[in-house]
């Protein structure tokens, strides 16, 4: 049985797309796509479930348009309208030390404070000015490179040392 320890969020379904079946997919972290994984988990009433994929199309850079396989109406899929969308860290694929990756990878990753310990899960990478900035909770803590000090990409961890007080802000 799958657990929380398993998956990271990725996203959440919106609304019902059209007559067949379709719902809008807001996503987060691209990773379902870069893996051509067949399927994600989707929280359902506490419980983690998989859907297998029958079909998707991107809408923006954050929303796709995806088909389960066997949800065929409008009515198999309202169930889903507002649901949580997991990947499983098993199927991530493994970064190389020289990949290029974008900012956007870094969602759902856990962040600690070498002084503070745990901050929290990364929800959200704000790249609407110069400074990317990382969304924990309420919390936007700066992505400044001098201040990370490791990265873990299997564990799906960074590590960083924050200016005193910034957590205080």
């Given amino acids: 049985m799958i657990t929380e320890q398993d998956v990271y969020k990725i996203g959440q379904i919106g609304r019902t797309h059209g007559i067949k079946g379709e719902v809008t997919f807001s996503f987060t972290d691209d990773v379902w796509d870069r893996a051509e994984s067949e399927y994600l988990f989707i929280?359902?009433?506490?419980?983690?479930v998989p859907f297998f994929i029958k079909e998707y199309r991107f809408r923006s850079d954050s929303t796709a348009l995806i088909k389960f396989l066997d949800y065929d109406t409008t009515d198999d899929v309202l169930f889903l309208v507002g649901c949580e969308v997991f990947f499983p860290h098993a199927l991530t694929p493994n970064?190389?030390?020289?990949?290029?990756y974008t900012w956007r990878h870094f969602t759902g990753?856990?962040?600690?404070d070498e002084n503070a310990g745990l901050i929290g899960t990364i929800d959200h990478i704000d790249e609407s000015t110069q400074n990317i900035l990382f969304q924990v909770g309420e919390r936007l803590i700066p992505a400044?490179?001098?201040w990370i000090t490791n990265i873990n990409h299997k564990e799906r961890t960074i590590h960083m040392?924050?200016?005193e007080g910034l957590l205080n802000l």
Avoid: M, Q, S
Avoid at 43 to 48: D, K, N, P, S, Y
Avoid at 95 to 100: A, F, L, M, N, S
Avoid at 109 to 112: A, I, K
């Fill in 43 to 48: 929280r359902v009433e506490g419980i983690l």
């Fill in 95 to 100: 970064v190389k030390e020289d990949e290029e």
């Fill in 109 to 112: 990753f856990t962040l600690y």
């Fill in 144 to 146: 400044a490179e001098e």
């Fill in 161 to 163: 040392t924050l200016p």
